[in-house]
């Protein structure tokens, strides 16, 4: 049976991945819905002119788009389906993009509905980043000390806790 950490893991990871790669293809392409696709070409826009260092670098507004929408496609797809290390390190990107994000909305001066999801994304993110880099409980395991072939648990075991009493 897995424990309750490794199931928690799994469905943050699936879900995370999954919406990551919803929202990555939404700015690639305007197949899923051409509103949303509009309106992510309207914001970027927004987010170039507010930020003129990254004109100046040569980043438009369709380079950031689609090169965030690939990360997410990308990190999405490793959450989703890449077990171990890469997951955590995919996870750190997108970690590091939803702060970039929420940057970008705060520097164009949106209102919270806007970047709300970002908002909550960027938790989850975290939580799924500390959950899966806590290591595993072990059970504790008995410890036998044989003493003239009688088998008694250790003494700090055996010893009762402060303030009780051992009735055998």
């Known amino acids: 049976m897995a424990s309750p950490r490794t199931i928690?893991?799994?469905?943050?990871?699936?879900?995370?991945?999954l919406f990551f790669v919803f929202m990555g293809t939404i700015k690639l392409t305007p197949r899923l819905s051409r509103?949303?696709?509009?309106?992510?070409?309207?914001?970027?826009k927004?987010?170039?002119r507010a930020l003129p260092m990254l004109k100046k670098m040569g980043v438009s507004s369709i380079l950031l788009r689609k090169s965030i929408g690939a990360l997410e496609v990308a990190c999405g797809i490793v959450m989703t389906l890449v077990p171990g290390r890469p997951k955590d390190v995919a996870n750190f990107l997108l970690l590091l993009l939803v702060l970039a994000v929420l940057f970008f909305h705060q520097l164009v001066g949106d209102p919270?509905?806007?970047?709300?999801?970002?908002?909550?994304?960027?938790?989850?993110?975290t939580c799924r980043l500390l959950i899966a880099r806590q290591p595993e409980e072990q059970p504790p395991e008995k410890r036998i000390l044989s003493v003239n072939g009688?088998?008694?648990?250790?003494?700090?075991?055996?010893?009762?806790?402060?303030?009780k009493m051992k009735v055998s």
Request: no cysteine.
């Open 35 to 44: 509103d949303a696709y509009n309106e992510m070409k309207r914001a970027y």
């Open 150 to 163: 009688d088998e008694q648990p250790l003494a700090h075991e055996a010893a009762p806790e402060k303030g």
């Open 46 to 48: 927004s987010y170039v």
């Open 8 to 17: 928690t893991i799994v469905a943050l990871s699936v879900a995370l991945g």
């Open 112 to 125: 919270l509905k806007r970047y709300a999801h970002a908002l909550v994304f960027g938790i989850l993110l």
